[in-house]
């Protein structure tokens, strides 16, 4: 079956650290991945796209690597500050010429000053 | 303001009532997304519109969801005979309708909850 798996518990970090979030999936082919943040009572908002031929992008403290291989992708936020604490979603995309993605669970994290 | 809207944010009903839910999108924006979002989980695709036309309804679960987008621009999702399993956020996105890229994407609403008592 088709899977997309987040680190399931929440994430605490201490401020200035990197938090590390992991995204799996099993049974797809996706063209790209996207990482969404989402905070209480608000939609994702758009972060970071990495495409299928693309090993790492980087925006800012953020950095997110794709492994096809693997089917894991990888989103790092360096020096990570309290207002960093959110829920963080990956998003499978496929070809097919719109943007409908499939979502994850999502990861909680919590920076601690 | 210049981001997608919904109305209304929260809505309460009663199992078996009728319930409609509005999506305003970003102006120019062609192309219109439905998710639903259960607690704990990721947003669930819906339904895709470009333009009027529903171009992917996949994600409708049953034939009690509808969603209509008549001039192109607002959408209504429409829910008939409702239970309390359709209890959940409704999220709304819009995006301008083409490939997408690293700085064309989807954004979203704030979202309606909908809970059925």
């Known amino acids: 079956s088709q899977k997309i798996e987040q680190n399931s518990e929440a994430l605490n970090i201490q401020e200035g650290k990197t938090a590390t979030l992991t995204c799996n999936y099993t049974?797809?082919?996706?063209?790209?991945l996207q990482w969404y943040r989402q905070d209480p009572g608000r939609g994702p908002v758009f972060l970071l796209l990495i495409r299928e031929n693309e090993k790492e992008k980087r925006k800012e403290r953020l950095k997110v690597t794709f492994d096809t291989t693997l089917k894991q992708s990888l989103f790092h936020i360096t020096a990570s500050q309290p207002a960093d604490s959110a829920t963080y979603l990956c998003?499978?995309?496929?070809?097919?010429?719109?943007?409908?993605?499939?979502f994850g669970t999502g990861t909680k994290l919590q920076v601690i000053p | 303001g210049a981001g997608v809207s919904q109305t209304p944010s929260n809505k309460v009903t009663e199992k078996g009532k009728y319930v409609e839910l509005r999506c305003d999108p970003i102006s120019g924006h062609t192309a219109l997304y439905w998710y639903r979002q259960s607690l704990g989980q990721g947003p669930e695709f819906l339904i895709y519109?470009?333009?009027?036309?529903?171009?992917?309804d996949s994600g409708l679960p049953n034939d009690r969801f509808f969603a209509v987008r008549p001039e192109g621009s607002v959408s209504t999702l429409k829910i008939q005979r409702t239970e309390r399993g359709d209890s959940a956020v409704y999220l709304c996105?819009?995006?301008?309708?083409?490939?997408?890229?690293?700085?064309?994407?989807?954004?979203f609403g704030p979202g309606t909850r909908l809970t059925v008592l």
């Open positions: 996105a819009s995006s301008s309708g083409g490939p997408v890229t690293s700085t064309d994407t989807q954004y």
């Open positions: 519109f470009q333009g009027t036309g529903a171009a992917d």
């Open positions: 049974n797809y082919s996706p063209a790209y």
């Open positions: 998003a499978l995309g496929f070809s097919g010429g719109y943007q409908k993605v499939t």
